[in-house]
């Protein structure tokens, strides 16, 4: 049995991906994968444990169904969660979709959802409880989550350092502990 402790980010970079390349850098859903590792490489006690390292890595070139496939199944198997970031410039990717499909609906993972373009809780929810149109509406760029999510517990927040601690430290969103699945955001 996989030993459960990772992280998985799933964020949207054009394909074919090519981390060295510095259109990647500048894909704006892999900035913000990368200010988590920069946390992290700050602050050892930053609790995101990255996934991606857990297995090495692959080639642009790398055949999808023998290589790179099972790589991304490989490591949501040995992930607790699924951080997703989900901005106006995420598209529906064929790496996006195996990665919610596989992780949401044959792995059961919840999702830590971070809006990069939101900074702020008020950001997010309405004063009156609601998720934000805006937010909700980011959700058809990547239909599978959309029509995934109810599947699992889904953690919304904006693309603040403190509330992403609080979240990667909540235990109803890790998979041995996760709580119903739902729509979850922190109290304004």
Partial sequence: MAYR?????????????K?????AYA?????SYNLLRAWKA???????????DKTYNVRDGSDWEDTLKPRLHERLNNSKNIILFLSSVTKNSRALREEIEYGINTSGLPVIVIYPEFKEKSDIVTSSGDLRKQVKDLWDNLPVFRNSMSNVPTLHIPMKKNLIEKALNNSDFMINTKTNSSTYFFDL
């Fill in 27 to 31: 894909a704006k859903d892999f900035v």
């Fill in 42 to 52: 700050d602050d050892s006690s930053f609790p995101f444990v990255d996934s991606h």
């Fill in 19 to 23: 981390e060295s390349n510095l259109g």
């Fill in 5 to 17: 402790n990772g992280n998985y980010s799933a964020f949207y970079v054009d394909e074919p991906f």
